[in-house]
């Protein structure tokens, strides 16, 4: 067991100033980082032994249109069961966002990352099987971009004839 | 002239023609001119009314209620309806209990085609009768844009009660022998049987 302390030391020592942001809020931390360094950041959390972060909790996208640079962010909950300690890293997208995908690096980031990529748009590059999770196959546009319509049933329709597809 | 061969399948479904411009009056036509008299259906549907056995199936936040009319403080095996099945085959019809969403709704319609007939519908709650406050990408305004609903309960969500007397009003419908779909689709079965005519 090590301490949340000894954790931001390694990170921050091992990456400087490649880590943009950090936010500190009620005993967890936050850390930002550029997308070129998204893959190598997540990859050293998980492996090297004093971060030991085996679990990604969850990933999830956002869309902040008052970003104007950088609409697009996406949140990768991490949690170390060796360690008993639970990191956040995040990182902003510009429009037409993508990402190298992390289902290398835990299996489970599959469902999630499919889902912000329906839902927001945001592609992972290398994901083994991007399609769409929540809604038909044939559904047109992203509806938790800010700017999907909140009501009507634009984008989907009731396809009873993909009965034996979906 | 008798009851002969295949008219014997289910002589008492609906699916055989049915006579007359009231669905209540009249004899039920069989082929081969056998009539068989509208009290019999009568009687039939008396005895199915007492143990319409829905299918155990839930969409939303609207099947908590439908359980609750299963527990013990409710208890709706008091009129023979507490045998949930869990095949649509074995069911007498169904409780759309929520919403639907676009992706469930050719689900929804394929176990509603499972259900053996003679079947009963049941929209409960307000998103399946409407879609409720849900007017958008993902779900369905109403699930009788899918399939031929007999009774409404509105509510978010209906309470056990009125979930309880659409129950009771299913059950008229039971022993009146009608249906939701009556005149809205073509049934094989039926259309084999009249020479393609075939409209109840
Ligand atoms: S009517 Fe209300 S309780 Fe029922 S499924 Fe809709 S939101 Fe849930």
């Keep these: ?166 | 002239m008798g009851i002969t061969g295949s008219a014997l399948v289910n002589p008492f479904d609906r699916g055989i023609q049915a006579t007359g411009e009231d669905s209540l009056g009249g004899p039920v036509r069989l082929p081969g001119g056998f009539a068989m008299p509208v009290q019999i259906e009568r009687i039939l549907g008396f005895g199915r009314s007492f143990s319409f056995w829905p299918l155990l199936f839930g969409l939303a936040c609207c099947a908590i209620e439908m359980m609750a009319l299963g527990g013990s403080r409710f208890d709706m095996s008091r009129f023979g309806m507490e045998a949930m099945r869990a095949s649509p085959r074995q069911a007498d019809g169904m409780i759309v209990a929520g919403w639907c969403s676009t992706k469930m709704a050719p689900r929804v319609v394929r176990l509603y085609e499972q259900i053996p007939d003679p079947k009963w519908v049941l929209a409960m709650g307000s998103c399946a009768i409407s879609g409720n406050i849900w007017d958008t990408y993902g779900v369905v305004q109403g699930v009788d844009s899918l399939i031929p609903v007999d009774v409404y309960v509105p509510g978010c969500p209906p309470r056990p009660e009125a979930l309880w007397q659409g129950l009771e009003m299913i059950r008229d419908r039971i022993k009146q022998s009608r249906h939701a779909y009556d005149g809205l689709r073509r049934i094989p079965a039926r259309d084999a049987l009249t020479g393609g005519t075939g409209e109840a």
């Design chain 1, 1 to 166: 067991m090590i301490s949340l302390e000894a954790i931001k030391e390694r990170l921050e020592g091992q990456f400087g100033s490649r880590l943009l942001d950090r936010a500190d809020f009620r005993d967890e931390v936050t850390y930002a980082v550029a997308p070129g360094d998204w893959m190598e950041v997540l990859s050293f959390c998980r492996d090297d032994p004093q971060m030991a972060f085996d679990q990604l909790d969850c990933l999830v996208g956002d869309h902040l249109p008052e970003r104007a640079a950088a609409p697009f962010q996406v949140v990768a909950h991490l949690v170390s069961h060796t360690h008993g300690q639970r990191l956040r890293i995040k990182t902003a997208l510009a429009e037409d966002p993508t990402l190298p995908t992390v289902t290398n690096l835990w299996p489970s980031a599959g469902f999630d990352e499919r889902e912000a990529w329906e839902m927001l748009g945001i592609a992972f590059e290398g994901h083994p099987d991007l399609r769409r999770l929540l809604t038909t196959e044939d559904f047109e546009g992203y509806p938790l971009r800010k700017d999907f319509p909140l009501r009507g049933t634009i984008g989907g329709r009731i396809r009873t004839e993909l009965k034996g597809k979906i």
